[in-house]
Nanobody, 124 residues
C-alpha cells in the first residue's frame, strides 16, 4: 500500500474552478487504480473518478462527467482532479484512494489505502 496525500481544497464560490492533487509514495501502483471520492456531512462516500495507472484508462461518475477531469503526472507520482463550474452541492471532503490490484471502479470497499482528505467548500 502507498501513502496518499491530497491538497488543493479551499473555499470558493459557485462557478469557480479548483484543481486537487493527490501525491502517492512508498510503493508502486502500476497495476492498481487510483480513485477520487468525496464525502459530504451525513452522506455516504461517493465515487467521482478513477484511473488505472498502467494504461491510463479512466472512469467517471455520471454526476461529474463533463465538469470534472482526472489527469496524472507519472513523473511526479501525482493524480489531479480538475473541477469546473463548482456548485454548493460539491461541498465535501475529497479523498484519493488506491484500489486493490486491478480494481478502479466505484466501490470504496475495494480501495485499500486512503489519503486524509482535503476540504472543498462552495458557497453561492
Amino acid at each position: 500500500q502507498v501513502t496518499l496525500v491530497e491538497s488543493g481544497g479551499e473555499s470558493v464560490h459557485t462557478g469557480d474552478s479548483l484543481r486537487l492533487s493527490c501525491v502517492f509514495s512508498g510503493g508502486s501502483i502500476s497495476r492498481h487504480g487510483l480513485g477520487w471520492f468525496r464525502q459530504a456531512p451525513g452522506k455516504e462516500r461517493e465515487f467521482l473518478a478513477s484511473i488505472y495507472w498502467l494504461s491510463g484508462s479512466t472512469r467517471y461518475a455520471d454526476s461529474v462527467k463533463g465538469r470534472f477531469t482526472l489527469s496524472r503526472d507519472k513523473d511526479k507520482n501525482t493524480m489531479y482532479l480538475q473541477m469546473n463550474s463548482l456548485r454548493p452541492e460539491d461541498t465535501a471532503i475529497y479523498y484519493c484512494a488506491q484500489g486493490s490490484p486491478g480494481y478502479y471502479n466505484i466501490d470504496p470497499r475495494r480501495y485499500v489505502s486512503w489519503g486524509q482528505g482535503t476540504q472543498v467548500t462552495v458557497s453561492s
